[in-house]
């Protein structure tokens, strides 16, 4: 059996990048999604889509289904005073907007006089992250 878009699945998780455990939900609530509707990452979800209920999986997602390849034309300078009343430093993760008006992740880079460099690859983007799964429950 295996799960079907539009079905909620509750899940534990552990994802490490290397031998770095850099998110989890082990000993919190489960992470509960509605399958098939962009949730989750898609590498993700296809490696899980044979799971049933009660059942573990350890799986590596490579980093262009997950976050994507680091592209480093994905900088850009922008005037200092854009960031007033903000402590930059660099590698500070910023909340931007794209140019679709939707909320971005970005990073400081680089302090300059005037400028900063920005980065708007996503904090993973060029990293295969290793998952370990359990499914709690699919309904």
Known sequence: MAI??????????EVKVGDNVIDSNVDKEPLEFTFGAGQIIGGLESRIAHLNEGEEVSVV???EEAYGEY????????????????ELSEGLPLQGQGADGQPVQVTVK?????EVLI??????????????VNILSIR
């Open 4 to 13: 079907n878009n539009d079905q909620v699945v509750t899940m534990k998780y």
């Open 61 to 63: 997602i490579p980093a």
């Open 71 to 86: 592209n480093p034309e994905a900088m850009q300078k922008l005037p200092k005073e854009q960031f007033d009343g903000i």
């Open 110 to 114: 680089e302090i300059y006089d005037d």
């Open 119 to 132: 980065d708007f690859n996503h904090p993973l983007a060029g990293q295969d992250l290793s998952f370990n």
